[in-house]
């Protein structure tokens, strides 16, 4: 998958992590931010808005539909709502970058708009499955038309009058979830969905912040159309799955004492905290606070002796994003760490099960992929060559392997590095980690 520029991680081994971090803004809220700010009715003010490339996308994807966005600057942005049903065409495609949480939420919130719209996203994004929201969408009346392989670019045919659904997932998925709860605000009756296991609720909390009511009955969350979203100020947290790299690299690391400021701690996203206790991770939370309408505290690390465990499955969905470095926390464990239940990890930006079970394999880890999940046993890590396959979770987990590594790694195709995490390499020089980043030409 690599062309052109090919930004390349470049970790020394050893290292231990000391002082306190900010990491950047919440990915999933900072979207949401920009979709329902630019819906509701008056100014929204964001502070602490992440400006990665994905973020980046769906903000210039609202701004090519006629919304007015000042911004962003050092995290603020300001948002000047158009209304529920002020968006316009835009005059070409919205092009998505890498952002899948962007495309499935746009895709039900353009479903109920007067226009057509086409979505398109790059090589990665374009090989996504996209069927698993357009085909409830379907259900409720939407004209959306995908490649012969179910993904995008997405054509979106406006105009259609959309009916409620009572959905149950066959799959645990926030984006899913999200986009019919959004494409409900459009629809004729209430839209219904029932989760197989509890995942993010973002959306929720947030269109609650804007003043759109939702109700809540167990594993159904359902919304009714007819309300409105009144423009807000709102504060983003830090990003629980951009802390999750250092969570796992002061766990490993000898010597470290390292604490995070202002991490979302939302109860649907906290699984990594609660696997790596499990592991035996001293994780301390302290100085809890809301900030967005989303809990927040800060974290403080310090280096434990890790044990392989057998993951809970119960708390598979709360971490789906943070895998590629528990994995790595696994590689450092005494002992045996079984992953099931994990098939989702296979259309996330890579094959996240094969491609990690790949690079952990290249510096001498034992480490056996199943259909859904992992066998680590815990051992010593040595240098070499990992390709990260554009994924920029899995960059960012090797990177943290140099911990505990006995020889240099070099990490290829980082460039993605820069849609959820800028100045990952420089931040974590910060704190102690022997990374940098140099841009070549492959």
Same mark, same amino acid.
């Given at each position: 998958?690599?062309? @052109?520029?090919?930004?390349?991680?470049?970790?020394?081994?050893?290292?231990?992590?000391?002082? +306190?971090?900010?990491?950047?803004?919440?990915?999933?809220?900072?979207?949401?931010?920009?979709?329902?700010?630019?819906?509701?009715?008056?100014?929204?003010?964001?502070?602490?808005?992440?400006? /990665?490339?994905?973020?980046?996308? +769906?903000?210039? %994807?609202?701004?090519?539909?006629?919304?007015?966005?000042? /911004?962003?600057?050092?995290?603020?942005?300001?948002?000047?709502?158009?209304?529920?049903?002020?968006?316009?065409?835009?005059?070409?495609?919205?092009?998505?970058?890498?952002?899948?949480?962007?495309?499935?939420?746009?895709?039900?919130? &353009?479903? @109920?708009?007067?226009?057509?719209?086409?979505?398109?996203?790059?090589?990665?994004?374009?090989?996504?499955?996209?069927?698993?929201?357009?085909?409830?969408?379907?259900?409720?009346?939407?004209?959306?038309? +995908?490649?012969?392989?179910?993904?995008?670019?997405?054509?979106?045919?406006?105009?259609?009058?959309?009916?409620?659904?009572?959905?149950?997932?066959? *799959?645990?998925?926030?984006?899913?979830?999200?986009?019919?709860?959004?494409?409900?605000?459009?629809?004729?009756?209430?839209?219904?969905?029932?989760?197989?296991?509890?995942?993010?609720?973002?959306?929720?909390?947030?269109?609650?912040? #804007? @003043?759109? $009511?939702?109700?809540?009955? /167990?594993?159904?969350?359902?919304?009714?159309?007819?309300?409105?979203?009144?423009?807000?100020? &709102?504060?983003?947290?830090? =990003?629980?799955?951009?802390?999750? #790299?250092?969570?796992? %690299?002061?766990?490993?690391?000898?010597?470290? =004492?390292?604490?995070?400021?202002?991490?979302?701690?939302?109860?649907?996203?906290?699984?990594?905290?609660?696997?790596?206790?499990?592991?035996?991770?001293?994780?301390?939370?302290?100085?809890?606070?809301?900030? /967005?309408?989303? $809990?927040?505290?800060?974290?403080?690390?310090?280096?434990?002796?890790?044990?392989?465990?057998?993951?809970?499955? =119960?708390?598979?969905?709360?971490?789906?994003?943070?895998?590629?470095?528990?994995?790595?926390?696994?590689?450092?464990?005494?002992?045996?760490?079984?992953?099931?239940?994990?098939?989702?990890?296979?259309?996330?930006?890579? !094959?996240?099960?094969?491609?990690?079970?790949?690079?952990?394999?290249?510096? @001498?880890?034992? %480490?056996?992929?199943?259909?859904?999940?992992?066998?680590?046993?815990?051992?010593?890590?040595?240098?070499?060559?990992?390709?990260?396959?554009? !994924?920029?979770?899995?960059?960012? %987990?090797?990177?943290?392997?140099?911990?505990?590594?006995?020889?240099?790694?070099?990490?290829?195709?980082?460039?993605? *590095?820069?849609?959820?995490?800028?100045? #990952?390499?420089?931040?974590?020089?910060?704190?102690?980690?022997?990374?940098?980043?140099?841009?070549?030409?492959?």
């Amino acid at each position: 998958m690599s062309s @052109g520029n090919n930004v390349v991680l470049t970790v020394e081994p050893g290292g231990s992590l000391s002082g +306190t971090l900010s990491v950047p803004g919440d990915k999933s809220v900072s979207h949401r931010s920009i979709m329902l700010g630019s819906l509701a009715e008056g100014t929204t003010e964001v502070e602490g808005f992440l400006e /990665g490339e994905d973020n980046l996308a +769906t903000l210039n %994807a609202f701004r090519a539909m006629g919304v007015d966005i000042e /911004g962003p600057s050092n995290g603020r942005v300001v948002i000047h709502g158009v209304g529920m049903h002020g968006l316009q065409a835009p005059s070409e495609p919205l092009y998505l970058g890498n952002a899948g949480t962007s495309m499935r939420l746009l895709t039900g919130l &353009l479903a @109920g708009q007067a226009f057509n719209v086409e979505l398109t996203g790059d090589t990665s994004l374009s090989s996504r499955p996209m069927r698993r929201v357009t085909e409830p969408l379907a259900e409720m009346g939407a004209q959306i038309q +995908t490649t012969g392989d179910g993904t995008a670019p997405l054509h979106i045919h406006g105009g259609q009058e959309l009916h409620g659904i009572d959905f149950d997932m066959p *799959v645990a998925s926030a984006q899913v979830k999200s986009c019919l709860l959004l494409a409900g605000m459009y629809a004729q009756e209430a839209v219904r969905v029932t989760e197989p296991a509890p995942t993010r609720d973002h959306t929720e909390r947030m269109l609650e912040g #804007f @003043g759109y $009511p939702i109700q809540r009955d /167990g594993a159904t969350v359902c919304i009714e159309p007819g309300g409105q979203l009144k423009a807000c100020s &709102l504060t983003v947290p830090g =990003d629980i799955s951009s802390a999750a #790299f250092f969570l796992v %690299a002061a766990s490993i690391a000898p010597d470290s =004492d390292l604490t995070l400021k202002g991490i979302g701690l939302n109860p649907t996203r906290d699984g990594v905290i609660n696997i790596l206790r499990a592991m035996g991770a001293d994780i301390e939370v302290f100085n809890k606070r809301q900030a /967005g309408g989303e $809990p927040v505290a800060d974290l403080r690390v310090r280096t434990a002796q890790l044990k392989g465990i057998h993951i809970p499955e =119960d708390q598979v969905p709360l971490a789906i994003d943070e895998f590629p470095v528990l994995f790595i926390a696994a590689a450092c464990a005494e002992g045996e760490t079984l992953l099931t239940g994990a098939h989702e990890l296979r259309v996330k930006e890579s !094959d996240r099960i094969q491609v990690m079970a790949d690079g952990l394999r290249a510096v @001498g880890v034992d %480490a056996t992929p199943t259909d859904d999940g992992m066998v680590i046993r815990g051992g010593s890590i040595g240098g070499g060559e990992i390709d990260s396959h554009g !994924d920029h979770r899995i960059a960012m %987990a090797f990177a943290v392997a140099g911990l505990r590594a006995s020889d240099t790694i070099a990490i290829n195709d980082c460039a993605n *590095v820069d849609t959820s995490f800028p100045r #990952f390499a420089e931040l974590a020089s910060g704190v102690g980690m022997r990374v940098s980043s140099t841009a070549g030409y492959s």
